[in-house]
């Protein structure tokens, strides 16, 4: 008696890209929500931070606008991490737990798995982001005024897909690390913060380090949503926000191409020498 | 009775030695050494400007206050805080999660607090390289002056 073996259908091109996209974005946020405990020290931890510089600010009579700009900026950290640790250093730790030959070999397009990652990580973070904000804004008496909510949309979107970009773009190059990626991840926390102007205007850097620290889309992100949510803070502007605007598109279409380059170029280099770490290891 | 406590002490002391070159091992030598040179400077005065920075956006740079050594030293000693309270918390993450290693530790003769005390040591060390770098930077750059003749070491440790 002949037997029928059930065929799946298969994905292929664009519908098996997108599949493989929402399978990688899923467990980000699932996984998000299923420990309690993380979620409530995600966000309180970053408010305890907030609120120390904001004590800072208030103890040396600092004029309101920087309490909101230290909540805005504390709010935009929780990105930064997840660029930093669930972005850049995340093929390295599937590396370090065996995941990442699945991934190579599965017959999907690793774009399709990074650019999964980064949804997933930046709707997670855009929930705690927009909590951190409220109970900062709540807690330090924060006025927020949106001047224009369709350019402030736009100017997120832009700092969002670049920043994303950007932790696309170093998963391949931080695949080139062992040990020492824990560290390099760690290194690019408080510098950053400082050079992007997390809790003061990035303008106060002089105009050619703020210039340089504009390659991190935060930078020109943040300033210019400052401008927009706080309109006394146009004085405290760095670039004119339609300037900003331009900045930030360029640097999504870099980083986004950078990504794919990168990504090619690491698979090349990793099948003609047979290994994906530094020679030295 | 003496030589029970002598064996315990030599035995608790062993395991502290060890866990110490381990924990020092793992948070430095793993990395390259320029790079672990780098980041036990760079990010401790990283943190320490953004507070300079706001400081003196607001003062305009008047560092001559003495709200400002009181903030720098602040900020400078709470580095303690987070590489001490993590040190033996990560300890654990990382043997059981990371390397998988917690079981065979916890089953070996070594005496376990004393272990993990001395996984913890390391960053202290790391700590203390960082909180030494900033106050010599906040002495050398920024004005603030510590007699050290003047320091109460006994109640400062």
């Given at each position: 008696?002949?037997?029928?073996?059930?065929?799946l259908p298969k994905a292929s091109s664009w519908k098996l890209f997108f599949k493989t996209v929402f399978a990688r974005a899923y467990?980000?946020?699932?996984?998000?929500?299923?420990?309690?405990?993380?979620?409530?020290?995600?966000?309180?931890?970053?408010?305890?931070?907030?609120?120390?510089?904001?004590?800072?600010?208030?103890?040396?009579?600092?004029?309101?606008?920087?309490?909101?700009?230290?909540?805005?900026?504390?709010?935009?950290?929780?990105?930064?991490?997840?660029?930093?640790?669930?972005?850049?250093?995340?093929?390295?730790?599937?590396?370090?737990?065996?995941?990442?030959?699945?991934y190579i070999m599965a017959p999907s397009s690793m774009m399709a798995i990074l650019l999964g990652?980064?949804?997933?990580?930046?709707?997670?973070?855009?929930?705690?982001?927009?909590?951190?904000?409220?109970?900062?804004?709540?807690?330090?008496?924060?006025?927020?005024?949106?001047?224009?909510?369709?350019?402030?949309?736009?100017?997120?979107?832009?700092?969002?897909?670049?920043?994303?970009?950007?932790?696309?773009?170093?998963?391949?190059?931080?695949?080139?690390?062992?040990?020492?990626?824990?560290?390099?991840?760690?290194?690019?926390?408080?510098?950053?913060?400082?050079?992007?102007?997390?809790?003061?205007?990035?303008?106060?850097?002089?105009?050619?380090?703020?210039?340089?620290?504009?390659?991190?889309?935060?930078?020109?992100?943040?300033?210019?949503?400052?401008?927009?949510?706080?309109?006394?803070?146009?004085?405290?502007?760095?670039?004119?926000?339609?300037?900003?605007?331009?900045?930030?598109?360029?640097?999504?279409?870099?980083?986004?191409?950078?990504?794919?380059?990168?990504?090619?170029?690491?698979?090349?280099?990793?099948?003609?020498?047979?290994?994906?770490?530094?020679?030295?290891? | 009775?003496?030589?029970?406590?002598?064996?315990?002490?030599?035995?608790?002391?062993?395991?502290?030695?060890?866990?110490?070159?381990?924990?020092?091992?793992?948070?430095?030598?793993?990395?390259?050494?320029?790079?672990?040179?780098?980041?036990?400077?760079?990010?401790?005065?990283?943190?320490?400007?953004?507070?300079?920075?706001?400081?003196?956006?607001?003062?305009?740079?008047?560092?001559?206050?003495?709200?400002?050594?009181?903030?720098?030293?602040?900020?400078?000693?709470?580095?303690?805080?987070?590489?001490?309270?993590?040190?033996?918390?990560?300890?654990?993450?990382?043997?059981?999660?990371?390397?998988?290693?917690?079981?065979?530790?916890?089953?070996?003769?070594?005496?376990?607090?004393?272990?993990?005390?001395?996984?913890?040591?390391?960053?202290?060390?790391?700590?203390?390289?960082?909180?030494?770098?900033?106050?010599?930077?906040?002495?050398?750059?920024?004005?603030?002056?510590?007699?050290?003749?003047?320091?109460?070491?006994?109640?400062?440790?």
């Amino acid at each position: 008696m002949a037997t029928t073996v059930p065929t799946l259908p298969k994905a292929s091109s664009w519908k098996l890209f997108f599949k493989t996209v929402f399978a990688r974005a899923y467990p980000r946020i699932v996984g998000q929500q299923r420990e309690k405990s993380w979620m409530f020290f995600d966000i309180f931890l970053p408010i305890l931070s907030i609120a120390a510089y904001v004590y800072v600010y208030r103890a040396i009579g600092a004029p309101e606008e920087y309490i909101g700009f230290v909540v805005l900026g504390g709010a935009m950290t929780a990105f930064w991490l997840n660029v930093l640790w669930s972005m850049s250093s995340q093929l390295y730790w599937e590396k370090e737990q065996g995941n990442l030959a699945l991934y190579i070999m599965a017959p999907s397009s690793m774009m399709a798995i990074l650019l999964g990652m980064a949804l997933g990580g930046m709707i997670a973070t855009l929930l705690r982001a927009i909590v951190i904000l409220f109970i900062g804004g709540w807690l330090f008496q924060v006025r927020f005024v949106v001047t224009d909510f369709w350019t402030l949309l736009l100017v997120f979107f832009l700092t969002m897909t670049a920043l994303y970009g950007l932790g696309m773009m170093s998963a391949s190059l931080f695949l080139l690390l062992s040990r020492e990626a824990w560290h390099l991840a760690n290194l690019a926390q408080e510098p950053i913060y400082l050079i992007s102007g997390f809790y003061f205007p990035v303008k106060n850097l002089g105009f050619w380090l703020a210039l340089s620290a504009s390659l991190i889309p935060l930078t020109m992100g943040l300033d210019a949503m400052r401008q927009l949510v706080f309109p006394s803070a146009a004085q405290f502007g760095f670039l004119d926000v339609r300037i900003e605007v331009i900045g930030l598109s360029v640097l999504c279409f870099i980083f986004l191409l950078g990504a794919r380059y990168l990504l090619n170029y690491m698979e090349k280099l990793s099948i003609q020498e047979g290994r994906l770490t530094e020679s030295r290891r | 009775m003496q030589t029970r406590l002598a064996s315990f002490l030599s035995f608790s002391w062993r395991s502290f030695r060890l866990a110490t070159w381990l924990g020092w091992q793992i948070e430095s030598n793993w990395a390259d050494p320029f790079l672990f040179t780098i980041y036990s400077l760079i990010k401790p005065l990283s943190s320490a400007a953004i507070l300079v920075i706001m400081y003196s956006i607001i003062t305009k740079a008047n560092f001559d206050s003495p709200i400002f050594p009181y903030i720098y030293l602040g900020n400078a000693f709470y580095m303690y805080v987070g590489h001490v309270m993590t040190g033996i918390s990560w300890a654990v993450i990382d043997d059981r999660e990371h390397y998988k290693t917690m079981k065979y530790i916890y089953t070996a003769p070594v005496h376990f607090p004393s272990y993990l005390l001395g996984r913890g040591v390391a960053r202290f060390i790391i700590a203390s390289i960082s909180v030494v770098v900033t106050i010599v930077f906040g002495m050398l750059f920024l004005n603030i002056s510590i007699d050290l003749t003047q320091v109460n070491w006994f109640f400062l440790y």
